[in-house]
């Protein structure tokens, strides 16, 4: 079996029951159970469930994914960074989170820094780097440019992700997953528009073999 | 009948001959002509043409575009900014220029400023400020961000042109026309992929127009 | 900081205190801020929260935007015409004309002059040159034919707006926008499908830097 | 067996001896048939060998389709306009009256019409509505609006034709194409991307029904 | 002015408030006008508008469009044949009645023929025949294979009107579409999917000329 | 190891020093070997290079295929019938042929029998019904109407490969894979565009099973 | 008439009052019908009506696809095993199985086998060989993996079915298709997204040819 | 500025003599450079350059890219692994291994591993474990399974790279790249299609990280 990657059910195609079914099944076996894509009329159906069962939850901004664990989570993995380019990013980018500290790693996040003006990433880049964080995860929206721009800064690997923001031509992510590609920018690589699990699933993978080796 | 638009030859989609008969015909009723995207067999076939007719001809760079002319033309309008970001899009960008100074206005032009490193492209934007051009042309393939980054920066308007470099998903410049339909930064418009006549021409119009006003 | 541009919300993807927050922050440090795209059910509700907080609100007819602003907006920049093709047409043009009056221009309006007969574009082109309006913004969506058209016409700079209007083959702004950019008319460029605010933006751009010139 | 419409063999995916194969076998048992989309190499291959069968051969000017025939064809049928936008739409207008003239149509042909200037297409407009055409065929590339207008312009339907001409995004007559589909002006049917055979033979088809009503 | 169109709203981009006072100024000079597509919730209330105005109503069986008109409305135009293949289609051919009918012509229509075996198409087809329509609408989704069969079995201008029914691959009416303009079988034209409209203003059109030949 | 599935060798991405080595390298241990989508230029180096090692070949009238075999082929497994719409398919049917060979399958094929008239359908289609076939392979270009109207008139599978026949909207294959999906004649699934080598497998695949079963 | 096939109602598009005067008219001649597709509140309006009319029915699991049903049907048809990859594929799965049912198929099903982990595939297809299926339909969604898989592992002919499970880039199943068209594992045919109907069309009719042989 | 990447020229769009001149001015500030996507024609002549410079040159099987550097370069880095499904994904894989080699990575490559059976990839990624490989790249093209797989079997890092191999729909890559982005296997992020510069930057920035780390 792998280390560490948690279980995680798609919630958007599925029923209530079905879920509730599945939740409780993984957790006899596993101590934590992410659940993402929760429907809105679902999502505190989830919370009450969980609280009923006195499964602790963690929640994320704007997000509709939570995290389920039994045993509180130790951050004893590597370090992720996690960078939104506009608000509007930050529910893709919290699902990163939560997918990451499921996987124990410490986040060190910076929202709503790529949009108004460049000047806004300096600092939040610099401190990263002081954190030694393995990985860089950016969700961008609209054309996307943020992970380019961060890419070419940095020679920490980043992780684009594409976010469904904006409309015309290229929406729903079209456009910033096509800008993602072809970047020039040497350390990027991406995954699917909205895609804040597997984004959070390869950057953990990467900080905690950077720590395994360390230690 | 407009003022100051030259004809331009469409030459992609006609016979040598075709074209030789439109130049003549043009030049008995205008001072200047342009031809654009001349196939690679018929471009040498036009200069040899205009030189056996004492047409003088002005090239560009890595361009399939010529302009021809009788009389010398003079740089009375307004200035043009011309900026490329790698060196496989200058041929658009000179289309652009031949373009503009058809039209009279005088360029100043800065090419490869966008891929090596975000720091070459201050000084040629300084400059094209201390010139106070009224307008700024930015031709980018791939990911095409050079054009949101200048838009963010100045506050004279600017045309994107997105070129058909890059490969892969978003090839053929598709990347970048959505990459600046979709970017946030307020003072951008676009023209077509690889259309450096369609940039130049409204560009001149612009700097022209503004010219007239201060005069 | 760049000149006359203001702060733009984009609240599609905003909760409505989100909105509120930001609209309370810009509005300490500029006079004005636009809100577009507002859902449906946000719209009344911001309309009530500017009431409560004494700010004036300026609305546009069928449009999702709202421009809020402290003390009274002068007109002191640039002149711009808008046209729109059709009465569907008119919320996306109107947002266009809240930006051009945010960045201080008067504006020339003439709606759904494209569709019915050619004849209704003759009498309002005419008073946008009598007015010397430095930019047209042409609003269309179909097959978007009006703006290729007035651009034809005129020797002022075109900003073609493609909207979101029509069905089937093409649809959602998609045929427009094809049309706009293969246009073979000097002097055209475009922004993205609907995007009334990137047009707003670079024609007040080149209306205001062609005042400067002549003052 | 349908009236009047003539075999038409498709050359492009035929190797030289399969086409030579069914020329032969169709011109048995019919007076005329025509040979489209025939590759450069191909042409004057077919050329010669009618001339040693002693077919004569009808052609089109930049056309790669041909028409042969063995008795001379009559054009006792009804007429059919064909129009252009620009020189490079010439060769599939041509395709169109091949096919036409195949089926006993008189053509009234006006071409390279459409885009230096609004002002020449009514002289040839109104000679065709005097020679009375029962069907015009508008053939036009780039935003192909030259359809569009005609069809606002009479009341006599009219077939597009979207070329290939144009290049960037809508480029091979996609932006044409969904130009056309989404006109909103009445009277306006199209067939394919350069298929000159299918708007040919609908053309006739209308002109030739009209006429037998008449008689 | 164009003879025997009729003005049509498009009102699925329109408030019920703008349609209401664009009929009421339609119907001031014309004897009839078109609503279509309109949105459910303003069906009923333009059904008791027209009441309350005694205005005469004519609906179209599953369809979203209205035929208003003043005095009775006469059918001495041509014939016009309307076919579709299932009976999901028949919302879109009803359309394309209403428009033929405020144009003068008498309607002969075959419904749900198309799709559940080939044997249902011959009577209808013999019936049109003996009627002497002068075009035939054909109105199909999925994969439209009845425009290209009805078109290859007559010699009388068939119009292909591609229904938005079907779903997966080529859904939309975007197969039917495809398949349509790939159609080999000469005769066929198409307007833009489920565009019942233009059908039926072009056949009206075509049919009309015939009759008026004839006389 | 599946049983009866040859080696394919995919020739179009491979170097002729490549396909040669995989040739004898597969012939150790197997009777035959298919190579398909040879590049014209490699063709008949391979026809050479197989006569020298003593090789039977075996050929595909049109196509770039080629059937390699030691010691004969028996033809002891089910039948299959293949049919195409027009000439232009009958290099993918053959393709189609040669894999069912080689899976010791008995092919009856009708070629060229869609296009041009209904009629010619019916009399092969008897055949293949008298000979037992297990499957029908049907190959279609264009709008691939063939696939479904067969379908829709056995009760044998059928294997619809779209061809890349035609051009404009829906080319390459594109109409035909869309309609053929679309089709709502029950009894059809598909392969991709001009896959000769799938149908051929999977048909094999179906008639050998059916016999197995017999015997 | 062809063997077997029994009617299928495909309900999305059309009023629950249509629906049942088709159900009613289907069931006077035939002992089953299927209906597809059913929208949600018209589901329990059928069941409803059937029990009234004393119709057996047979629902399927997360489906909407109803098989109504006068005399008991018996299995005596050949069998055919069905596969999903997750969860979320199991209604589309469920449709399958309905139409195979009706067509006299046993079916042997094993749902949510390929997503978590490989090793759960092995038992279930050790089951479907031993119980000696004629056909297995795979129904997977994301990126369709499943149905390759299985197709290489067995010489059963392989229907897949993409499932429209999935968002971003390839959503609503176009990345499952892709893959399923592009997959170089021979024996496999595919139908449209989610389309259990046809799927399950072709595999009972394969199976049920297989089993009159062996007969 | 950043550590360890060298400077890539993009040969694609560049004329050979632009090629050495930008060769030249690197090679005078770095050690190496890498030129990708070399057209055939420059080829030996970039070969022929280095050697009269004496500069050393290391190559790629199949592959349009080469590493020209002066010093030898020391694998002191990382270990990265690179594996093909397919004999035709070996170019793009060689890219990657120069790039990775330029940035002083030790590569281990495992080529032609995907297509032909499962069973061939467990050799090859046990040695990958075992040489403790840091980050694995995939290169795969038609459905582009591999990716998929070797991600689910490991805990390292995969960067998956669609290679442009197949045809029909999904063809160039297209079917590879939606397959990758729409896996539900964790510890996958992808680069652009062919895109082994973009892979191989990545991987070697992500080993050489860890190594540092480790150190
Ligand atoms: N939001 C998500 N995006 C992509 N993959 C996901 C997501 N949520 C769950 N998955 C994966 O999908 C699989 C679950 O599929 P299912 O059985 O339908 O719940 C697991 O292997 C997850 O790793
Ligand atoms: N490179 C170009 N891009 C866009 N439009 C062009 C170009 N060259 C010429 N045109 C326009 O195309 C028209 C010429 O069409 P034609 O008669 O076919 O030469 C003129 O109106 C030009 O303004
Ligand atoms: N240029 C063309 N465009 C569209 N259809 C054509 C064309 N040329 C021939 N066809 C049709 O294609 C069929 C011939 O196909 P084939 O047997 O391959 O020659 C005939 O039915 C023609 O009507
Ligand atoms: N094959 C390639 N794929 C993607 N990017 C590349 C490739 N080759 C070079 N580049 C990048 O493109 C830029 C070179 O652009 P140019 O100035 O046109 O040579 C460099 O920053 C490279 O990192
Ligand atoms: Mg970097
Ligand atoms: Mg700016
Ligand atoms: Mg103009
Ligand atoms: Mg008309
Ligand atoms: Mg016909
Ligand atoms: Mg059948
Ligand atoms: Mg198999
Ligand atoms: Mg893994």
């Given at each position: ?65 939570l995290l389920l664990f039994k045993k509180p989570i ?108 072809q970047s020039c920018s040497l350390g990027l690589s ?26």
């Open positions: 079996k792998r280390r560490g990657i948690p279980e995680v059910i798609f919630a958007e195609t599925k029923e209530i029951d079905e879920i509730k079914k599945i939740v409780k099944k993984t957790l006899e076996k596993s101590n934590s159970v992410i659940i993402s894509r929760i429907k809105k009329k679902d999502y505190t159906k989830i919370l009450a469930f969980a609280k009923k069962l006195k499964i602790t939850i963690k929640t994320g901004k704007n997000s509709s994914t130790t951050f004893h993995g590597g370090r992720v960074g996690i960078l939104t380019a506009g608000t509007s990013d930050i529910g893709v980018a919290e699902e990163s989170r939560l997918m990451c500290e499921a996987m124990n790693c410490k986040c060190i996040t910076g929202y709503d820094v790529g949009v108004a003006g460049i000047q806004r990433i300096f600092p939040i880049l610099k401190k990263m780097i002081k954190e030694d964080v393995d990985c860089i995860i950016v969700a961008a929206g609209m054309e996307g440019a943020l992970a380019t721009l961060v890419s070419s800064m940095v020679d920490i690997p980043v992780i684009g992700i594409p976010t469904s923001v904006g409309y015309g031509y290229g929406e729903k992510g079209i456009a910033a997953l096509a800008s993602m590609l991406v995954v699917n528009i909205d895609n804040g699990i597997a984004a959070g699933g390869i950057a953990a993978n990467i900080a905690n073999r950077s720590i395994r080796k360390k230690n």
